[in-house]
Every structure is written in C-alpha cells, then in structure tokens.
C-alpha cells in the first residue's frame, strides 16, 4: 500500500492494527544519500571499532533524509500454515507545518540520487506528497505554543508578545506609520456594529498588521466580535470579522481549537507509525539495519547522542531489533533453506520475487522479512524432532535478539545493543604510512616475505596491513627501523596515539566552539575533496547501503581487498560466534 | 523547449544559434534552496554592505543546486516591429559521469522544495533526466585522465598505476591469491589463438582483477589482441578479448577513443550552454540576479573567490550583466509603460502572461526579458523626438550595465561590478544590544522620544536603529549611558569592533585549519538552530529569492518593517541614483 499525505490519515487505522496482529515487522529505509565524507573508506574501515562506526556515520550520514520508509507486517496463519504480509510503503517530507516550524535541510547525494532514479523512484511523489514528521522535541514544541495562543486568547488580551512589559495591562504600542491604519480598521468595525451585515472582510495586510489588529479588537471590543485570519488561494492572508453573540463566539473558539488539534496531529505525521511500531514491542527485522535505526531515531525521535553506550540506551527504549544479511533471497530459496510460505493480505500489493523490485523501502522490508523466516525456520531444522516453523517469539531466535550487523568490518561481525560489544585482538594488525604515491601493489611488495596480507586503506597515506601470523609483527616492526619513505606501528600503538591526538583536540575544539559565526557550517562539495585524485582509489558507488557483494570498484584496490575480509560473513558467523579469528581472514 | 539529458545533444545546435542571433538574452535559476543560514534577517540584513551580503550568500546560499536554466533569447524583427524570443528550460542534475568522478552532494530546503512542488515543478524531470555539468577544473581533470589512459594505452604497458616504481618494465606484481585466477586467463586466451573463435568472454570479475587482467595480457600479448571492459544490463562488468589483426587492433582503439571524447563532451554537458553565453558577449538581463550569477559561476565555471572584488573580476569576464527589477511585470503593462510587442519563434513554448507560469526558470526569464524591453522602451519616450524602439545596444542603457540588485539593503540598490561600490552615510545609524526577551515594540519604546524610527535585525539580541534626524544620534547615546538592559553604539563604533574581532578570529582560523578532521563538515539541521525559537522571530518563508513584496510574515515584525524600507525602490532608484538618503527612509 502506498501511503501520502493524501490517504495518510485515512491508511493510520489500517497500519495501527496491522502493527497489532503482526507476529514480527520488517522495515526497510531509502535515503538521498550515505555518506557526505571524502571516501569510502573513510567511512567504512574494516578495522574500525563500532565506537568509530557509530561516530563515523552520525557525523557523515545522519543530514541525508529518510524518505521512503517501507514496513512489512507478518502475521502467522495457523490454518494455512503461512505467513499473511501486509506491506506500506511509505513517503516522508519535511513539509513546513506552519512559517515558525522548522525549514529542514537535507543532503542529497548525487551518485544516490541517480541510482533510485535508475530504479524509477518516484521523487515528485516524496516531494509533492510526502507525509510530514516532527521529532519529540519538536512536537512537545509545537504542542507548547499551541497552547500558549490559546490561553492568550482566552485571556482576551491579545497576544502579549508585542506588547511590551510596562503596558501588558492597556492598549498595544502601534507603531506611528501604523496608526492611521489601525483608526481606519477601528472606524469599519463600529460601522458593523452599526449596520446589518453579519462579517466585514478587511483587506489583506502584513502580519505585524494583523497582529496590532487583533490585540486593538480584543482590547477595544472583548465581546460580540469574532475574529479570524482567512488565507485565500494565492497564499494572501485577510482578517474576517463577524458580528457573533457570546455563545456563537464560543463555539467558534471551541471549533477553532480543534481543528488545531488536528493540524498538530497531522504535522506529528509519520512518527506516529513509528511511536506506534515503537510501543508494539514487537520484533522487528531490517536488512543493514545499523543506518536504519540511526536515520529513524534521528529523524523522528532525537538527535542522536555523542556516545555509542547512549545510542544503545536510546534504542532499547525504542526498538526490538534484530540483524540479518538480506539479500541473501536467493540463496535462501536453495538448499538447506526452504522458500518461505506467504500470501498478501487482502487488498494489499502483492509482490513477485521474481520481478525484483530492489530498492523500493517496502519491497526491500518484505524480502527482508522473507529471508528472517527462511533463517529461522532452518535453525528449526536442528531440533529433535526437526520443526518446520519456528515463531518470533522462540527461544531459538533470541541469540539474534539486538545484534545489528557491522558492514565491512572484518572481525567484528555486529553491534551488541544490549551489552559489551566484540572486543577482537589485533596483535596481528600493522598501521603503515607512507608517501601517497603508493599504491596497493606498493604494500603487497614491501611484505612479500610475510607471504598473504591483508591491506585497509585508511586514507591516502596510511592503511591497516593484516599480516597472516602474529609472531610476523616483530620482524616487520625490525625491518622497518631504518625505512625512509614509509613508517610502522603497532595496532596497540597506533590506538595510543589516536587517543592522545582527541584528548590534545578536544582543547582546541572547546577553544574554537566559542564563537559559531567563524566556523564553516559545512564544507562545500568542492572543498571537501570529492575531486578526482581522491577519488581514484576510492570506489564511489560503493558505498550504496545494499551492496553486500564485494565492491567491484574499477579502481578500488583497497577496498576489493578489503570486502574479501567481510564477505565470506555469513550468517552462521554473524549468528554470534565469538571465537573471533586471529589469522589472516 | 524543454531540454533534458534526453534531447539535449540534438538541442545543442539550436541554442548556440539562438544566441549567436539574438540582441539580447534573459536567463533565470530555480535552486534547491537560498539559505542554510540560521535565519533570513541573518542572511539579509537591511543594512548589509555589498562586502557582508557577498559573503553570506557565497556562506550560506552555494551548497543549494541550481537544477532549472531558463534562457530566453530576444532577436528583434525589424520588418514585424516586434522581438522574435526563443525560451529555453533546462533541467540540470550533477550524474557522476563514471566510478571515479565527483559525487556532489547538494543540499535541499523543505521550504523552498515544498514552494516548487506546488508550482508543480517536476522533480523527476530532475533527477532522471538533469543534464550533467563540470566546472573548469573538473573538465580539465577529466581530459587529462583521458589523456593519461591513452598514452599507457600506446605505450601498450597496461597502466602503471598498478605497478610499483621498482618493477615498471617487467609483468604486474600478482598478489598471491589472485594468481590462480590470472593463470587460468592466460590459459584461456592461449586457448583462444589455438582455436577458431573470433572473441572471449570473460566472467564478471572485480576492477582489481580487470587491472590485472589488462595488464598480464598487454605485456604477454602487446599484438593480435583487442581487450575491451563491456557492462551487462545489470551493470556487471565483464572483459571481452577479440583476436584483431594490427589493422583491425588500431582501427578499434581509435573508436575507443572517438567514444570516449564524445562521453567527455557529455560530461562538460550543459557547462557548453554557459560558455556559449559567455562567449557570445551579448547582454544577459535577470532579475535579483546575484544569486543566479552567483550560483551560474560556483557550478559552471570554478569556486566562488573569497573577495567581493575577485568576485567582480571573474564576473567579468564570463558574463555581461545587466539588473533589472522583474515582477514589476504587471506595473509595467501600465502607463506610463507599454506592453513590449513580442511573438514566439516558431517550434518554441509559447507563453501567455495573462496564466502566470511563474517559478519555471524558462518563463521567468521570458518575463524579465519583457519588463526589460518595457523599461528600455519607456527611456525613450523622453528622447527628442521619443523613440517607441529602444535596442539592447542603445548608449540610453549603458548606465545600468553591470548592476546586480542588491535586495532588501536599504541603502545600497545595487552591487556595480565595474566599480567601487555606493558608500551611503550611515551616521543616523545606531546598533543597539539587548535582552533576548525584547521584541520590535520595545524598540520603539525605547526611542519613542525620536519620532519615526527603523528596526533592521541582526539577531535575537542585537537590532540596527535607524534615526530620523542624524543630530539625534548623540542625544540617544547620552541618554543610554547609564542603561543596564540595553546598550547602544554608534555605526561607525560597530564597524570598527567588528573590524577587530575578525582580526582576532582570523588567527583563531588557521590555528584550527591545521588538522581537519575534529572539524564537523556541517553543523546539522538539528543543532544550528532552525528550531522555533530563533523562528518565532524571522519569517522563514521570506527569503524566496522572488518575493519582491514587503515580507508579511506571520510573525515577522522586524522583517515587515525593513521591507517598508527597501520595497519602495523603484526602477528609477536603482537607476544609478548616487545621492543617498540619509533621513530615515
């Protein structure tokens, strides 16, 4: 089902029960973008520390917009042994609710942009018709000034805030230039009281104008009068007033009041499903899912928080998650998978696996849901007598409970959301430097003597070079002493170093945190280094959040390599086995 | 015409005659947004020099994307006594021309997306079908990595960036594990001469593998091969090896190289229409054209210079400018004007004025070429005898060459990009600082005691005050000595301090500058204050780069007053008018 700020408010029911029944969720995300950072690698190390992964992604991912959001319920029909879907494909905006709320920016990313455009995504859809959101923050906000404009109201003094505070009991300050304006609007209102017209229509005006006339009225007329701003089609405003007596002005007020109600409703949006997924405490399944909740909880809860161990606190609050490597469809249709059993719900989109639809948040949701039932019912397959449907709620699925899977990080296959995370030794690992002409093949040269290794660039002049045999470091680390153009470090050592370098920086940036005017709200896309010279050891289009095949970067030495660490992940590796590898991988 | 990355090569021809005859053009931009900046009064102060509103824009307004071109071209007929006009709608998106070309990321504004989308803009259009761009740097980058591809090609060495400065003349260094897989090539191509097929394809292997695949077979076979990389549907990438004779080996390279000059040509893309312009040195009108020439050099031509005087030189030498005050659309339609007589070119859209179809780039320009015709046609009726005909090229119009509108300043109508700037006195100017609480009223509380006064915001807690009567400066400075909530200085004072703190903050700059990666990219939408308070005070909606009229903002108190200020400048005032007024506006 297709969900737009046209039948948003008619779908929510729908939603609402479907979350209700559901055994398990599966949700999927499309972004206008992954990374503003300079590279791939850069983002993505396969030897970063989750700690580093989360950092990397909150400060380089998190101002692209989440705006098709894809959730797929499955509920599990015991007379026909199969699953029934119901998929919603939602598009999400950050359409202005008023001219105080918030005016969101967002990062779009070309290469991105480009691939859903090649996928025939609907962008005029997301744009024209997207359902607005607030975060938490910014509905209890909304919610507060709501108020306050009532309670002015109610007070009948107009709104206080153009009045200063040594005459908030009289008359509000007009402004000289304003005056005869205001007499002229004063004259035609006692002219309605006058005559026998019910409404005067006044001409549009500025809002200060409106403002000054709306506190003259109050204070000149506080009963018979009501008084309302019209917008007409061009956007023009006008103020109406209607002669009305007091029980009529009543339940204008009353009616006026709700129907803000429902604008306030309505601007809330889209977090509402996620409130409503949230309080579910049902299991929700996401394919890659680290971003997913990153760009959820941003976007529609709360800024995300500096620290990893916060992150997990504010995610076990929101959301049961669960890791899987989707995509693995086709594989999971083979043998010793089983194709799953599943129908679509009455009245609901129906999709052909064999007609992919790739890329498209709610399709992606229900191939990832599809792949969770084929993994759980081939842990069944173990059990004595084997069993052939495995619920949401077994046993057997709780080792996989709040693991959200690492990409590309070779030995640390997932992010622990309710614990300590994987701590691997890295006494096999090397930091090297070396001049920027170098190359891959330059590293694979100097250890030709270690036999296999392994090479992370990490920028233009260093890498991370995974070495087969721990008991190699020493005679590398001896090797190198008296090298000129290139420099090695230990692992251990080169985290030292990295922790002295923050607590030196962590002065400076205080230092510069002082005054906001001089520092760059961003760096342009021109000087941030997306130019050629970076960018030829970099595969650019690597970094699409689906590709779980190794990067086949025309360039990409680095990264080809590295993706031949974390590809052969399987799902019995990320399953929780925590004998990590200290060989070569 | 609509010109999209479809028709855009057939339409090449078209537009270079459309300038190359016209008398003059008319260009306007549709962008993603106008301001990442906290808030409009901040981006556009009434009392902004050219120096500070240069330098905000370029800050605050060049990450957006400028994605529609509207080019107009005015050819007049002497026989129809009437201008022939061709318009022109481009749409532009940045698609990264291959794996290793710049991935822009640009940023969007809800607001301004939202505006568009209910002028019913076509997004799609955008992102499916923008013609790609480079700027000179990137142009020159990409022919040069052309360049350097052919010579390894002739050379017949493979590329040597694969291979380590120690071993360039002898075979590719293979690493270990991708030994095996590079013999059973070897074999297969040995199998290949023996036999009697024509060509082999290869499997689809990574980028890495296709560099040594190039490379083992250029230096095993450098004869009787032709090695080409082809893309299936499914962009899989796959290497195909044809045995040619040396005939049939040269006559394919030098396809090879006529497609991939042709590919380059692509990706200059729609840079070709701006030089073409440039080139023409016909006369370009627009209308609150800063942005768009602003916009036009940072994505066409190179990055914007940090100096407002660079920024004039490079403006010259692209482009001719002309201001004009559009929208003006509907005045000018009346007398004292006359309607301008044009006919559209045959095959052209034509538009008619009396359905606006404002907010397109191509019928915005359409306009402002009228009003232009309209304006320069009215100059001549105070000829003796009047002239109805005025052209482009009359000595009548050279005063108002190379003026940029400078909008809502209140002193200064235009930025001359042939000259010094217009220096207004600014000696009945005060800056005042104050509470966060105090609102425009108090202001004017404050100096009640001057009569008529001005309020130009700078931000929450600091205003500019503009007297009426110079000689009350001093008298308000005395009176305020003794103050405690607030306090008042003298514009020159502020001047002066400023001048200071930037000397001061200039240091603190490079001290950062040094290590780049603690420095946050961006500072998000989330944490640099878009959120309600700072937007209870500015009009969010105001900063539409058209809104020509007074800002009524809902809120907008300080905004809706230094509109009274700036909206009453009329054609004539931005005429060249060098006497400034310095009573209170």
Redesign the interface.
């Known amino acids: 089902m297709e969900v737009t700020r046209k039948n948003y408010k008619d779908c929510l029911n729908t939603v609402y029960s479907a979350i209700e029944e559901a055994d398990f969720l599966a949700i999927d995300g499309e972004f206008?973008?992954i990374s503003?950072?300079p590279n791939a690698s850069a983002l993505t190390n396969g030897l970063d520390t989750p700690e580093e992964r989360y950092t990397k992604l909150k400060?380089?991912s998190?101002?692209f917009?989440l705006f098709q959001f894809g959730l797929c319920t499955f509920k599990y029909d015991q007379t026909k042994s199969k699953y029934i879907t119901k998929t919603f494909n939602f598009y999400i905006?950050?359409?202005?609710f008023?001219?105080?709320?918030?005016?969101?920016?967002?990062?779009?990313?070309?290469?991105s942009?480009?691939f859903?455009?090649s996928q025939g995504f609907?962008?005029?859809k997301?744009?024209?018709h997207g359902i607005p959101y607030l975060?938490q923050?910014?509905e209890a906000?909304?919610r507060e000034?709501t108020e306050e404009r009532r309670n002015q109201h109610a007070n009948g003094v107009g709104t206080p805030?153009?009045?200063?505070?040594?005459?908030s009991k009289g008359p509000?300050?007009i402004?000289?230039?304003h005056k005869d304006f205001i007499n002229r609007v004063v004259e035609k209102v006692e002219a309605l009281f006058a005559n026998s017209e019910k409404t005067l229509d006044l001409e549009?005006?500025?809002?200060?104008?409106?403002?000054l006339i709306y506190q003259t009225l109050n204070w000149k007329f506080p009963k018979g009068l009501h008084v309302e701003t019209i917008e007409t089609e061009k956007k023009e405003?006008y103020i109406q007033i209607s002669k009305v007596d007091e029980e009529e002005r009543k339940r204008r007020e009353q009616q006026k009041l709700e129907k803000e109600q429902e604008e306030l409703n309505d601007a809330v949006g889209f977090s509402r499903v996620i409130h409503a997924i949230s309080k579910s405490g049902k299991l929700v399944v996401g394919h890659n899912m680290l971003l997913d909740v990153m760009h959820t909880i941003?976007q529609f809860y709360c800024?995300l928080p500096e620290d990893l161990q916060d992150f997990k606190e504010v995610t076990m609050c929101e959301l049961i998650t669960y890791t899987s490597l989707a995509e693995l469809e086709k594989q999971l249709k083979e043998s010793p998978f089983k194709p799953p059993q599943v129908e679509t719900a009455e009245g609901f989109l129906s999709y052909n696996t064999a007609q992919e639809q790739l890329h498209e948040a709610g399709y992606d949701a229900y191939i990832t849901g599809l792949c969770f039932i084929s993994m759980a019912n081939y842990l069944g397959s173990f059990l004595t007598p084997p069993k052939a449907y495995i619920s949401a709620r077994s046993k057997l699925i709780e080792p996989f409970f709040n693991k959200l899977f690492l990409m590309r990080i070779i030995d640390i296959p997932y992010l622990n959301l309710t614990g300590p995370d994987l701590q691997p030794k890295r006494d096999h690992v090397l930091y090297v430097t070396f001049p920027k002409e170098w190359?891959?093949?330059?590293l694979?040269?100097l250890f030709s003597a270690f036999?296999?290794i392994q090479v992370s660039w990490i920028d233009d002049t260093s890498a991370f070079v995974s070495l087969s045999q721990t008991d190699q470091v020493q005679i590398a680390m001896n090797t190198s002493r008296y090298a000129e153009s290139y420099r090695i470090q230990t692992y251990a050592e080169y985290i030292q170093g990295r922790q002295q370098e923050k607590e030196k920086?962590g002065q400076?940036?205080k230092?510069?945190g002082e005054?906001s005017?001089?520092?760059?709200?961003?760096?342009?896309?021109?000087?941030?280094g997306?130019?050629?010279p970076r960018?030829?050891r970099a595969?650019?289009?690597c970094l699409r959040k689906r590709s779980i095949s190794?990067?086949?970067?025309?360039?990409?030495?680095g990264e080809?390599?590295i993706t031949?660490g974390w590809s052969h992940y399987s799902y019995a590796d990320s399953a929780g086995s925590k004998k990590m590898k200290t060989d070569g991988v």
Not at 439 to 442: E, P
Not at 517 to 526: A, D, E, N, R
Request: aromatic share 10%.
């Open positions: 206008s973008g503003d950072g400060k380089h998190m101002d917009l905006f950050p359409k202005p008023n001219r105080t709320s918030p005016d969101i920016k967002f990062i779009c990313q070309s290469s942009i480009d859903l455009a609907d962008f005029n997301v744009f024209c975060n923050e910014e906000q909304l000034q805030s153009y009045i200063s505070p040594s005459s509000a300050h402004p000289e230039e549009p005006c500025t809002g200060f104008q409106r403002k405003r941003h800024p190359k891959t093949s330059d694979y040269q036999g296999n920086l400076t940036a230092t510069w005054d005017w001089v520092k760059p709200h961003y760096i342009s896309s021109t000087t941030c997306f130019g050629y960018c030829t595969a650019v289009h190794p990067v086949q970067g025309e360039s990409g030495s080809a390599l031949d």
